[in-house]
């Protein structure tokens, strides 16, 4: 075998590897080819869609801990604006869905998913309703992300960035929503069982067990109310199951 045909065989093999360590097909996101049409613009119509309880966990992002919230009712920030476009198109989001770019929808930190906010653009006063779906910016410096038809419609798509205004859009719930706490998850289902029968009876609530995965996840509830539910958390925290968290749902687990 010649060098030059072990070195053509040597840069094939990087290019393999190089694409399979990134899950995106760019490295760096770029606009689409094409505008977005008037259609593709139009605000997201708001409806009281139920919430997502997988994507309502605590989770990490480069070592920093973020924790979703229970209700975005009220919510309002100012700051920093981003988009993403055609790096991010056709990957799914935090809630499971597929990403378009031409959607009118939006990436949050923190608040439920799905959410709906209204957007406006504090430079030029031009304004958007977006669904948030997904998960981001994961910068200290901005509080959401939009997609390329919102951020085109905000009209700065051009320069990547810009000073928004972020207002939560809400419907009054058809159901009230349900408290749980997620106390322990584990692969041995008789030690699970074994600790939700002792908290039970510790406790005097309800507790029960629900498989995911392979695993079998231990969670109390629900809960009479939200301040019930603080108090409780923090009471397991203290002790032997710091890792548990709240879960909320719009129907019972």
């Not at 085109?152 to 000073?163: I, P, V």
């Not at 699970?192 to 629900?210: D, P, S, V, Y």
């Not at 002790?239 to 719009?250: K, N, Q, V």
């Given at each position: 075998?010649?060098?030059?045909?072990?070195?053509?065989?040597?840069?094939?093999?990087?290019?393999?590897?190089?694409?399979?360590?990134?899950?995106?097909?760019?490295?760096?996101?770029?606009?689409?080819?094409?505008?977005?049409?008037?259609?593709?613009?139009?605000?997201?119509?708001?409806?009281?869609?139920?919430k997502?309880?997988?994507?309502?966990?605590?989770?990490?992002?480069?070592?920093?801990?973020?924790?979703?919230?229970?209700?975005?009712?009220?919510?309002?920030?100012?700051?920093?604006?981003?988009?993403?476009?055609?790096?991010?198109h056709?990957?799914?989001?935090?809630?499971?869905?597929?990403?378009?770019?031409?959607?009118?929808?939006?990436?949050?930190?923190?608040?439920?998913?799905?959410?709906?906010?209204?957007?406006?653009?504090?430079?030029?006063?031009?304004?958007?309703?977006?669904?948030?779906?997904?998960?981001?910016?994961?910068?200290?410096?901005?509080?959401i992300?939009?997609?390329?038809?919102?951020?085109?419609?905000?009209?700065?798509h051009?320069?990547?960035?810009?000073?928004?205004?972020?207002?939560?859009?809400?419907?009054?719930?058809?159901?009230?929503?349900?408290?749980?706490?997620?106390?322990?998850?584990?692969?041995?289902?008789?030690?699970?069982?074994?600790l939700?029968?002792?908290?039970?009876?510790?406790?005097?609530?309800?507790?029960?067990?629900?498989?995911?995965?392979?695993?079998?996840?231990?969670?109390?509830?629900?809960?009479?109310?939200?301040?019930?539910?603080?108090?409780?958390?923090?009471?397991?925290?203290?002790g032997?199951?710091?890792?548990?968290?709240?879960?909320?749902?719009?129907?019972?687990?």
């Amino acid at each position: 075998m010649n060098r030059l045909y072990k070195a053509g065989l040597l840069a094939l093999f990087v290019i393999f590897i190089s694409g399979c360590s990134s899950r995106y097909h760019t490295r760096q996101d770029t606009a689409p080819v094409r505008t977005p049409t008037e259609h593709e613009m139009r605000d997201a119509k708001v409806n009281a869609e139920p919430k997502s309880v997988s994507a309502g966990r605590p989770y990490v992002v480069r070592g920093k801990q973020y924790h979703p919230m229970s209700d975005e009712k009220g919510y309002t920030a100012e700051g920093i604006a981003s988009w993403y476009g055609h790096k991010f198109h056709g990957y799914y989001t935090s809630n499971g869905e597929i990403f378009n770019m031409y959607d009118m929808t939006a990436a949050h930190k923190t608040l439920p998913l799905p959410s709906f906010v209204k957007v406006t653009n504090l430079e030029n006063g031009k304004s958007a309703i977006v669904r948030v779906n997904d998960r981001g910016p994961f910068h200290d410096d901005r509080i959401i992300d939009l997609s390329y038809a919102a951020a085109y419609k905000l009209g700065y798509h051009n320069q990547g960035t810009a000073k928004v205004q972020i207002e939560a859009i809400t419907l009054d719930r058809v159901a009230p929503r349900l408290t749980y706490i997620q106390v322990v998850a584990s692969s041995n289902k008789n030690n699970i069982q074994q600790l939700a029968n002792k908290l039970g009876t510790q406790l005097e609530i309800n507790t029960n067990i629900a498989q995911e995965g392979g695993l079998h996840k231990l969670r109390l509830g629900p809960l009479e109310s939200d301040e019930h539910a603080q108090t409780l958390l923090k009471s397991l925290q203290a002790g032997e199951f710091r890792h548990a968290f709240l879960l909320y749902s719009e129907q019972r687990l």
